[in-house]
């Protein structure tokens, strides 16, 4: 992969963290994310960037993983592994999961791609 075009990439992947990160100021606890019609549409569109995200992560990982084996702080494979559920068994998705990745998960990612 060209440097340039992982750069976008990289880019991109901020860009629906901070998107994240506004959409989930209002969410304190992951029941927040089912109680409410707002928190269901938060939870729906919060999960929509992180498949984005999953997806660019998985298309930079078929062709650089050891550029990203050289971040071991950042779970590369649950990421792609969550995309996947998302993507395709939606339904199942489970809305702690979403929580625990953004309150916790998201600010590594965040920071470690910042740093690369």
């Known amino acids: 992969m060209h440097k340039e075009l ?3 990439k990289l880019l991109d992947i901020i860009e629906c963290v901070d998107i994240i990160e ?7 606890t ?8 707002n928190g269901v549409e938060k939870l729906d569109s919060i999960s929509m960037r992180l498949q984005t ?3 660019i992560i998985n298309k930079i990982y ?6 990203l084996e050289k971040y071991p702080q950042v779970k590369w494979n649950d990421i792609i592994g969550m995309r996947n559920v998302i993507s395709h068994a939606y339904m199942e998705t489970d809305y702690n999961i979403i929580y625990k990745t953004c309150k916790t998960h ?3 990612l965040k ?3 910042k740093s690369i």
């Open 6 to 8: 992982l750069i976008d």
């Open 22 to 28: 506004a959409r989930f100021v209002e969410i304190k």
């Open 30 to 37: 992951a029941e927040d994310f089912v109680e409410s019609v």
């Open 53 to 55: 995200i999953g997806e």
């Open 62 to 67: 078929k062709k650089e993983s050891a550029f």
């Open 106 to 108: 998201l600010p590594v």
């Open 111 to 113: 920071e470690t791609i």
